[in-house]
């Protein structure tokens, strides 16, 4: 009964946001709940293995949370205003499909640093690989690499600080290069900028050799999101058209990701016995029961903040400042009797939240995320600089992954909002300065004036 009524109410909680956001499939409301919808039906499929019945409180925490993110939407939408994407009179020169031409030779100099880092990084991740244990092999080599700076978070081993400084300005140009490729193939189809894939490829190689399939879905994501908005611009911000666009290229991106996720496993150290279906709906499911069985055994004592704000007190943790901290939260059986021997360590950031704060967290915290993604999502239609607008298309597919995945857990607080991120999203916006400022800004400076 209280997973019926949880399905239900998600599925209310998505309806009522669509209609509130003039059915914008996009609106932050929506796929917040959306991610906590889908992570709930994995788990169903689970139930009767991992003997899965949710508590009252279980529903009553995620039911508080995701109504707590629409209240923030609601709000930003009362204060503004507006209720969507599609509410403004004019639309700025800027939000129409122009080509982003760029300089060749500078884009070659991107391609040549990428390279250089790539070879430093494989350089230092063979190394710590190598004396971890491996034999060598390619998939030894991100196995053993994964376990020696991955496991528990604990480990000493970690690349060259410069190595890693340099990953993030490859990373930026990553999601840079994407956006104008994707951009660009709206705007002249018959013109591919195959030379935008060259970073874009040797990113997602690091990415694999980081063993970060993560990466692999926040990328997804950012696609999805992007063709989606080119849709729009295309077609003047039709939303009917895009829904309908999203629905589709969804289901096709989620075959594919889904797919490699599984390909990819051995070759970052995991062995399962799981088929395909088992394996996907453990990751998007799994987090369900472990939500529940944690709320049996009662919160963890820790600081304040400890969980939620993992990254600053690990911070912390280094400079001495308080004991050490583990981001990484406790193994569990996804099955409760132990039948079933797997494992998981994700809880939902409804976890971290209520851990650290309890029931005031669960209201709090997700009606922060809400106000800011809400706002950030509503400025975009709003924007009338070249470089602000499409800069703020990039920041913002690249954060979009923290609201879809909030069911498997807290990566806005824990993450987004960290120094790391705040250092990517400035080589970002330095990257495309170099690519395309100076090859496109006069075509906008008479609209800007």
């Known amino acids: 009964m209280s997973t019926a009524v949880l399905l239900i109410t998600l599925l209310g909680v998505i309806l009522l946001g669509a209609f509130l956001f003039t059915r914008d499939v996009l609106s932050p409301t929506v796929l917040f709940v959306f991610g906590y919808l ?87 991740m063979r190394s710590i690989a190598m004396t971890a244990g491996s034999d060598g092999s390619i998939s030894s080599l991100m196995s053993y690499y994964r376990d020696a700076t991955y496991t528990n978070g604990t480990s000493a081993a970690s690349i060259n600080i410069i190595v890693s400084q340099m990953g993030k300005v490859m990373t930026a140009a990553h999601y840079v290069c994407l956006y104008a490729f994707l951009n660009n193939r709206f705007v002249t189809p018959k013109k591919i900028d195959y030379l935008l894939l060259v970073p874009v490829l040797i990113s997602i190689l690091h990415f694999l050799f980081s063993a970060e399939r993560m990466s692999l879905i926040i990328t997804a994501i950012f696609v999805l999101f992007v063709v989606c908005v080119c849709y729009r611009r295309q077609h003047e911000w039709s939303l009917s058209e895009t829904n309908i666009l999203f629905a589709r290229i969804s289901v096709i991106a989620a075959a594919i990701l889904f797919s490699l996720f599984f390909i990819l496993k051995s070759f970052v150290g995991r062995t399962t016995n799981l088929n395909f279906l088992q394996y ?121 992954y923290a609201i879809l995945l909030n069911a498997v857990d807290d990566v806005f607080y824990s993450e987004i909002l960290t120094v790391g991120d705040f250092i990517l999203g400035v080589f970002a916006y330095f990257v495309f300065l170099w690519l395309f400022y100076k090859k496109n800004i006069h075509s906008f400076e008479e609209d800007e004036k």
């Open 38 to 124: 889908f992570s709930v039906i994995s788990a169903v499929l689970n139930a009767k293995s991992w003997h899965l019945l949710l508590s009252g409180e279980y529903v009553a925490i995620i039911t508080i949370g995701v109504i707590s993110f629409a209240a923030g939407a609601v709000f930003v939408r009362l204060v503004s205003g507006t209720s969507n994407m599609n509410t403004v009179r004019r639309l700025p020169e800027v939000h129409k499909l122009h080509r982003l031409n760029f300089t060749t030779n500078k884009l070659l100099v991107l391609i040549l640093f990428d390279v250089v880092t790539f070879i430093l990084f494989f350089i230092d």
């Open 280 to 400: 996907i709906t453990s990751y998007s499911g799994g987090s369900v029961s472990l939500f529940n069985q944690y709320l049996t055994t009662g919160r963890i004592s820790k600081l304040p903040g400890q969980e939620t704000f993992a990254q600053l007190f690990s911070l912390l943790g280094k400079l001495g400042l308080i004991a050490p901290n583990v981001r990484n939260l406790e193994f569990r059986l996804l099955d409760v009797t132990g039948t079933t021997r797997t494992v998981g360590n994700v809880y939902s950031g409804m976890r971290r939240y209520f851990n650290d704060f309890g029931f005031a967290g669960i209201v709090l915290l997700p009606t922060v995320m809400g106000v800011i993604y809400t706002s950030f999502y509503q400025r975009l239609r709003n924007l009338s600089h070249f470089v602000s607008y499409h800069y703020a298309i990039i920041i913002y597919g690249y954060m979009l």
